[in-house]
């Protein structure tokens, strides 16, 4: 099973060319998807400041998405806070704090295009773009 970043997520629904050929093989031949939770959010509110173009309003797309696809979704967990906010992570964010805690706490790697998160030794991660 591969964790996907809030914009992988974006990225595979929208098509966009973002997500390179190599990641897109292997999202397609991953027998497993997953999402956290905080993905859901994330992409409700960049539909609501008009960062995402959608037709829907968000809480459609993300029932649409959910339903076209067969990504399993993983709650925020109180040890996921927890580790969370263990993780050596300088990166202040805190919804790629909370998405790089599930992949550790649940044992994934983390597909993702952002460059603070690649660099981290302890994450296992995959490369999206």
Known sequence: MILIDTHVWI???????????????????S???????????????????????????PEAL????????KVIRIPVSEEIVIRSRTLKFEHAD???RLIAGTAVQQNLPLMTADRHILKLDWLASIPAD
């Open 31 to 57: 027998p497993r998807i997953a999402i956290s939770t905080v993905s859901i959010y994330e992409t409700m509110v960049a539909v609501e400041k008009g960062r995402l173009a959608s037709q829907y309003e």
């Open 94 to 96: 805190p919804f790629d």
């Open 62 to 69: 993300v029932r649409r998405w959910m339903k076209s696809s």
């Open 11 to 29: 990225w595979f629904h929208m098509d966009s060319d973002r997500l390179s050929l190599s990641a897109k093989e292997r999202l397609q031949s």
